[in-house]
Antibody, heavy 121, light 107 residues
Framework: EVQLVESGGGLVQPGGSLRLSCVAS????????MDWVRQAPGKGLEWIGR??????????EYAASVRDRFSISRDDSKNSLYLQMNSLKTEDTAVYFC????????????WGQGTTVTVSS | DIQLTQSPSFLSASVGDRVTITCRAS??????LAWYQQRPGKAPKLLIC???TLQTGVPSRFSGAGSGTEFTLTISSLQPEDFATYYC?????????FGQGTRLEIK
């Protein structure tokens, strides 16, 4: 079964850090670009960033709202994607999803169930 | 940044109705538009990619159309399981953005 499973969410104080993980199974992880998307409570979807596959040079893209604070990485040997979040703000409170790029279809065809991050004092 | 504006933001309809949701882009995005369905507490589900390509397993009552800056998602005959929130998304350039969502509720 093709699957993405996120973990690492929790409660963190403003200014703190957190690292999220996304483990993939059931497909060749290394073939795909991978993305993080978040959704604040009661709000819409917001793209955070992308980590391209090896064929595209392992390059990254970020949304302006997180570029200086968040960092995405991946370990193809562990079928894993990571999101390092630093200098967290209350407005970063959200459910964080990882998503698989649907190759050549300009969309995401597989999503994790999400992990909840709450930034509060 | 490319802005996507969905209309309406809220839609009340009955089972069997035909409904259309529009997504307008602030600049041309060629065919690089996708539609997702999201139910409460769940991850988004891909319905349509590249404007009009139906994802495997998605019922044929869903269809997408458009080009350039105006796109539509149509549900030809609403079923009870279709009441959810729908988002459009572009991947023409970075940053990737979503529409604000259209909440479809049962009348």
């Amino acid at each position: 079964e093709v699957q993405l499973v996120e973990s690492g969410g929790g409660l963190v104080q403003p200014g703190g850090s957190l690292r999220l993980s996304c483990v993939a199974s059931g497909f060749t992880f290394s073939d795909h670009h991978m993305d993080w998307v978040r959704q604040a409570p009661g709000k819409g979807l917001e793209w955070i960033g992308r980590f391209r596959n090896k064929g595209q040079g392992y390059t990254t893209e970020y949304a302006a709202s997180v570029r200086d604070r968040f960092s995405i990485s991946r370990d193809d040997s562990k079928n894993s994607l990571y999101l390092q979040m630093n200098s967290l703000k209350t407005e970063d409170t959200a459910v964080y999803f990882c998503a698989r790029d649907y190759i050549s279809h300009y969309s995401w065809d597989v999503w994790g169930q999400g992990t909840t991050v709450t930034v509060s004092s | 940044d490319i802005q996507l504006t969905q209309s309406p933001s809220f839609l009340s309809a009955s089972v069997g109705d035909r409904v259309t949701i529009t997504c307008r882009a602030s600049q041309g995005i060629s065919k690089y538009l996708a539609w997702y369905q999201q139910r409460p507490g769940k991850a988004p589900k891909l319905l349509i990619c590249a404007t009009s390509t139906l994802q495997t397993g998605v019922p044929s009552r869903f269809s997408g159309a458009g080009s350039g800056t105006e796109f539509t998602l149509t549900i030809s005959s609403l079923q009870p399981e279709d009441f959810a929130t729908y988002y459009c998304q572009h991947l023409n350039s970075y940053p990737i953005t979503f529409g604000q969502g259209t909440r479809l509720e049962i009348k």
